[in-house]
């Protein structure tokens, strides 16, 4: 019998599962449609349903334990707390339930402290014991690991590197406050300048044939590369903002390497380049070519499965 | 026989030493010049001779380890690297100079994380996991404890908050870059402040009276309690700054505890107040709640040695 965990990525559309063993093969995926299920307690029983299912599939599989990486999930408590995306709502003491329905060693934590455990069990970080990553995203999530273990602090919220405040009555942000990096260092922020750039700037640009709404980094990357001034500009201010972030941990934490990982993250030079410049340039002198910038080494479409699942084979010691 | 550690805090006038037990308490107290010796081999036999006469004066005492706090220490490695204030040039390896000529376990760290260590083994925080300390003097230095663990990160040199750019393009910082929080959070910083109101307000202020040079944080707290306008603004500007720092602090780590210690902290209420409120407005809103802001628990004139001595009585595990 071939031992694996279940890697179960909860969010507000689709839930992903993934039968992951030691080495971080995946030997069989399933899918659950989180807002079906009006109740945690529900979503449980739809998921212990699922994976019998995937068990009876896969006969040669022994299911060892459940790793959950879900919105607002406290990794101290086994909860999810208030998450704005989801339709359960309260505290929700999802490692408890799922844990009593299914007997499986079950942990929860959220999704980036998942990315950051995937990066150290399966990635690139295998032999980095001081990193950090940054997911960039919607917004700019965050997994800090010191000395070989996830940051989840007094609260198990730790790593909202995303809430540090770079710009005092800088922009709005989603948690009510203005000047958050991710309101700058993120595929959204990366917009908000593009089109502050185009009230700003008199320069042509394609992005001015477009919808607001039809903005996005995608094709801002596209546009930088045909040689847009204002897609550049707009790039090279995000990657100054995400180089702020890096020099204001570095400082924090040291670690030996940030991580970047998402959208962003994959406009590869036009992205990592001006961010080591600049983060060279911001961080403190001391620091000053002890930390690298680099790309994840998880696949995109598997590291939220993945860096679940970690949570389990971190504890398993392999 | 009552076994101690040597607390030793280098500065760049003088070296303190202190014979510290496993209960804090200081059997005996010793001093060197620190520049008088040239070179660092020279100190390290000073510091044993001393060792020695200290410990012909206390027969009942028995001589366990050395801890050292030290500017621009790095735990990491042993060594002192770099120091601005210190005759010793380059990169010294105290620990295995002075493990050598003393036979004895010797540790060093710099003075924010001995101030930790300190607090953590005699001081407030001896049932606090994760907490953060700020020493507020002339910069502001800072000890980071995770999960019971001091950070030191990859470098060894973790913790450097009074470098976290928090204004860009802000004041001229001692690293040689603009903004950095000690340049407003810090003794230094609240001068600073006052100078920078004095030009920029027109209201009566008894500090006009001081040259520039005489302005300290002590006449400005004086001046504040007497009712003087500026100096109570420069107050709460400055514990605007200090909350700043906080709030991206509490962001990345999660501490239950932000410690404050030195000249400007003995302020009291003056500056714990405003410190807590703004630290709670300005940080993240899932953080607002779940951490204190207080004064550390190590007297003063103690800190040092009781914090270098900490080095060793934390790994003798009491």
Same mark, same amino acid.
């Given at each position: 019998?071939?031992? /694996? #965990?279940? =890697?179960?990525?909860?969010? !507000?559309?689709?839930?992903?599962? %993934?039968?992951?063993?030691?080495?971080? +093969?995946?030997?069989?995926?399933?899918?659950?449609?989180?807002?079906?299920?009006?109740?945690?307690?529900?979503?449980?029983?739809?998921?212990?349903?699922?994976?019998?299912?995937?068990?009876?599939?896969?006969?040669?599989?022994?299911?060892?334990?459940?790793?959950?990486?879900?919105?607002?999930?406290?990794?101290?408590?086994?909860?999810?707390?208030?998450?704005?995306?989801?339709?359960?709502?309260?505290?929700?003491?999802?490692?408890?339930?799922?844990?009593?329905?299914?007997?499986?060693?079950?942990?929860?934590?959220?999704?980036?402290?998942?990315?950051?455990?995937?990066?150290?069990?399966?990635?690139?970080?295998?032999?980095?014991?001081?990193?950090?990553?940054?997911?960039?995203?919607?917004?700019?999530?965050?997994?800090? /690991? #010191?000395? =070989?273990?996830?940051?989840? !602090?007094?609260?198990?919220?730790? %790593?909202?590197?995303?809430?540090?405040? +770079?710009?005092?009555?800088?922009?709005?942000?989603?948690?009510?406050?203005?000047?958050?990096?991710?309101?700058?260092?993120?595929?959204?922020?990366?917009?908000?300048?593009?089109?502050?750039?185009?009230?700003?700037?008199?320069?042509?640009?394609?992005?001015?044939?477009?919808?607001?709404?039809?903005?996005?980094?995608?094709?801002?990357?596209?546009?930088?590369?045909?040689?847009?001034?204002?897609?550049?500009?707009?790039?090279?201010?995000?990657?100054?903002?995400?180089?702020?972030?890096?020099?204001?941990?570095?400082?924090?934490?040291?670690?030996?390497?940030?991580?970047?990982?998402?959208?962003?993250?994959?406009?590869?030079?036009?992205?990592?380049?001006?961010?080591?410049?600049?983060?060279?340039?911001?961080?403190?002198? /001391?620091?000053? =070519?002890?930390?690298?910038?680099?790309?994840?080494?998880?696949?995109?479409?598997?590291?939220?499965?993945?860096?679940?699942?970690?949570?389990?084979?971190?504890?398993?010691?392999?």
């Amino acid at each position: 019998m071939k031992e /694996v #965990v279940a =890697g179960v990525d909860i969010g !507000g559309t689709n839930t992903m599962i %993934g039968f992951v063993d030691a080495e971080g +093969v995946i030997h069989a995926e399933g899918r659950l449609s989180t807002p079906e299920y009006a109740f945690a307690d529900d979503f449980v029983i739809g998921l212990d349903t699922k994976l019998k299912e995937m068990l009876a599939e896969h006969p040669g599989l022994k299911l060892i334990g459940i790793g959950i990486g879900a919105p607002n999930a406290n990794f101290n408590k086994g909860t999810i707390e208030l998450a704005p995306n989801l339709r359960w709502k309260g505290i929700i003491p999802l490692v408890k339930i799922t844990e009593r329905r299914t007997g499986l060693k079950t942990r929860i934590t959220n999704d980036a402290n998942a990315a950051a455990l995937g990066e150290m069990i399966f990635g690139a970080a295998k032999k980095v014991k001081d990193f950090i990553i940054l997911t960039l995203g919607t917004g700019l999530g965050s997994g800090i /690991v #010191v000395d =070989g273990e996830v940051v989840y !602090g007094h609260t198990g919220f730790a %790593g909202e590197l995303g809430h540090m405040t +770079v710009v005092e009555g800088g922009r709005v942000c989603g948690c009510g406050r203005r000047g958050c990096l991710e309101t700058y260092a993120s595929a959204t922020g990366l917009v908000r300048t593009v089109l502050a750039l185009l009230s700003d700037r008199r320069d042509e640009s394609l992005l001015r044939e477009l919808k607001g709404s039809e903005i996005t980094s995608r094709r801002i990357a596209e546009a930088a590369a045909a040689g847009d001034i204002i897609a550049q500009e707009a790039l090279d201010q995000t990657a100054r903002m995400i180089a702020l972030g890096i020099a204001n941990s570095v400082i924090f934490s040291s670690p030996e390497v940030i991580y970047l990982f998402g959208g962003l993250a994959q406009a590869g030079d036009a992205i990592f380049v001006p961010v080591r410049k600049y983060a060279d340039e911001l961080v403190q002198p /001391v620091f000053r =070519g002890t930390f690298r910038v680099e790309p994840s080494g998880l696949p995109e479409a598997q590291a939220a499965i993945l860096g679940a699942s970690a949570l389990i084979w971190k504890d398993a010691g392999i």
